[in-house]
């Protein structure tokens, strides 16, 4: 058995890894995981992941799970090119320096600005507090100064010249907001250009390709009742 990839492409962090190995050509059984399914609750996926958490790879007998995990994995294993995670100590610093920042602050207020602006409302029926929202938009609009100020500043790419895991990372995080309707670029033409050099070096059919699921994630019918209230739970934090 070959890598297989257990992915959903409204994850954000699913995107970076799927784009990745498309990218670099590494090929992989693609096991679709539906989180509003609950599919990552059941017994069989617990069985690659006890984490129940998308994205998990299986490679043989090898289970990983944990995005920036299984971007590092594979970027070893089949000797991608370095920019993607450079050999030189401090181009990889500044690379691990984003992942870092990025998982408990981007991640956080992406993550929340799609799920409190359209998700809970749309999907779920649960009503957010206007206040709460005006918090977390507030909060991104915090990190996207950082992301332009502190890691793009006047170079192409987050971490230097060249594409790396850490713009994938990036730009999967801030598609997010956008498909909920926040104006993440229009205002910010620094921003703007970064994703443009991105989406060309990705090719732009990938890219589209990859982000056709959460671009239409207004469309997607209501959670199963059944499900709602573990949803509602498990996404607790989101609300406040």
């Not at 090719?203 to 949803?231: I, N, R, W, Y």
Request: glycine share 2%; net charge neutral.
């Amino acid at each position: 058995m070959g890598l297989e990839l257990y992915l959903d492409l409204m994850s954000q962090p699913c995107r970076a890894v799927y784009i990745f190995c498309k990218k670099n050509g590494i090929p992989f059984q693609l096991r679709p995981v539906e989180l509003l399914k609950g599919q990552h609750y059941t017994d069989s996926f617990a069985q690659v992941n006890p984490l129940r958490k998308v994205p998990a790879l299986k490679d043989g007998d090898f289970t990983l799970a944990e995005s920036v995990a299984i971007l590092l994995y594979l970027s070893r294993k089949y000797k991608t090119p370095d920019h993607w995670y450079p050999q030189d100590l401090q181009a990889r610093a500044r690379v691990d320096e984003f992942l870092s920042w990025q998982h408990t602050a981007l991640r956080s207020c992406c993550l929340r600005a799609m799920w409190q602006k359209m998700m809970f409302p749309v999907v779920l029926h649960q009503p957010v507090p206007q206040e709460t929202l005006s918090s977390t938009l507030a909060e991104l609009d915090s990190c996207l100064r950082l992301l332009e100020d502190k890691f793009l500043r006047d170079q192409n790419f987050l971490s230097g010249p060249q594409i790396s895991v850490a713009d994938l990372m990036a730009i999967t995080e801030l598609m997010h907001p956008v498909s909920a309707g926040c104006q993440v670029f229009e205002s910010r033409p620094k921003l703007a250009s970064w994703r443009r050099r991105v989406e060309a070096v990705v090719g732009e059919d990938l890219f589209q390709e990859a982000h056709a699921v959460v671009l239409k994630a207004k469309d997607t019918p209501p959670v199963d009742p059944a499900l709602k209230e573990k949803f509602l739970h498990s996404l607790q934090s989101l609300l406040q």
